[in-house]
């Protein structure tokens, strides 16, 4: 079993199927904190530094609102140009520095690896958050653990799944890293759905197929969305040279209730790891699914607090505490 404490989180290929097992329970124990339902100040005097320097919303406030619903203290920087980075200052200095100022760093950089230099310069656990268009760990977590929960209802698992990952798979982080996560699980199918130019890279299909999954690769929504599970990605602009070449393939792949009747299963769940690209040129999630039972994008969204918590938990050795410290609500609530 990974031992967790003191660890970095960098690569969904850190773990294995005990590992995610293990995230997944931690996580589940976090919804009554997330709910409001109760408190727990466990991490109470700990702080995290959140270092985000590309453009987020979930992830940056969702790292925070996690580290803050276990007790800690947030700091933030936001932007390169708000850091001594834009100064010459190396990431390993700059690890060196901050993690002297933290119990556990959160990081976001515009460029591949850029997060494992940066944690070679941490004394303390430093956690992905997107390094470019490499890995995005904690989005394929809070994936799996909605996925786990959205099959529940429908009485059926990980394994043997059926999903549809659609969109620009080239440059899509977040694709990456749960397809990564999926090839640890059993029989699954996986079609591809993208433009020939932002095809999934070959190795994570090798990876898939080796492991000996079921592997589509198709530029063709008619017959390819009948599937447990479809995943729409964004057109990820910020990878492209330029907003123009971007815009060769935005709108291709958009899913909307037409299309969603006409070629997916009655059950069929969609996700989106958001921010959706709701220009009327781009539309890939229409908001005429807004309504449907299965447009699993906003709990999905939530399920991120829920899988950060336990992160924060596992990392700094907290995760058999939590009911000891924990207290009632004292405020209003609607959760
Ligand atoms: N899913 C995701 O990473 O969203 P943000 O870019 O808003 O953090």
């Known amino acids: 079993m990974m031992n967790f404490q003191g660890s970095h989180i960098l690569s969904v290929s850190q773990f294995d199927r005990t590992a995610i097992s293990r995230i997944l329970q931690v996580s589940a124990l976090m919804a009554p904190y997330a ?6 100040h466990v991490l109470d005097g700990a702080i995290l530094n959140n270092l985000f320097f590309e453009p987020s919303t979930r992830t940056r406030v969702s790292f925070g ?7 800690g203290f947030v700091r933030e920087t936001v932007g ?27 990081m976001r950089h515009p460029t591949m690896h850029s997060v494992t230099e940066f ?25 799996l653990f909605t996925i786990e929960s959205e099959m529940k209802r429908f009485g059926k698992s990980l ?9 620009d798979l ?9 397809s990564k996560l999926l090839s640890l699980y059993n029989k699954i199918k996986i079609t591809l759905v993208s433009p020939i130019a932002l095809q999934m890279p070959e190795s994570i299909v090798s990876a898939l197929s080796n492991a000996g999954h079921q592997v589509i690769i198709t530029d063709k929504i008619a017959g390819n969305l009948a599937c447990d599970v479809i995943y729409q990605t964004r057109i990820q602009q910020e990878r492209f040279a330029s907003k123009d070449e ?10 909307n209730k037409r299309i969603y009747q006409e070629y997916c299963k009655e059950h069929t769940v969609i996700m989106h790891p958001l921010p959706r690209d709701s220009r009327p040129e781009a539309n890939e999630l229409d908001t005429d699914l807004n309504d449907l039972e299965n447009l699993a994008i906003f709990r999905q969204a939530q399920n991120g607090v829920l899988v950060r918590m ?7 050795g907290v995760d058999e505490k939590l009911s000891q410290y924990e207290k009632p609500v004292t405020w209003f609530t609607k959760k």
């Open 170 to 178: 080239k440059h899509g982080r977040t694709v990456h890293s749960l």
């Open 246 to 255: 971007a815009n060769l393939y935005r709108g291709h792949f958009s899913l």
């Open 310 to 316: 336990a992160l924060f938990a596992l990392t700094l």
């Open 35 to 40: 709910e409001r339902k109760k408190r727990c």
């Open 80 to 106: 390169v140009e708000n850091s001594s980075l834009s100064k010459g200052e190396s990431l390993f200095d700059t690890a060196q520095v901050i993690s002297g100022y933290s119990d556990v760093i959160a």
């Open 65 to 71: 609102a996690a580290f803050n619903l276990l007790g």
């Open 159 to 167: 394994d043997g799944l059926n999903i549809v990952l659609m969109g």
């Open 119 to 143: 944690a070679q310069g941490s004394t303390v656990p430093v956690i992905n958050g997107g390094d470019g268009a490499n890995e995005h760990p904690t989005q394929a977590l809070l994936d």
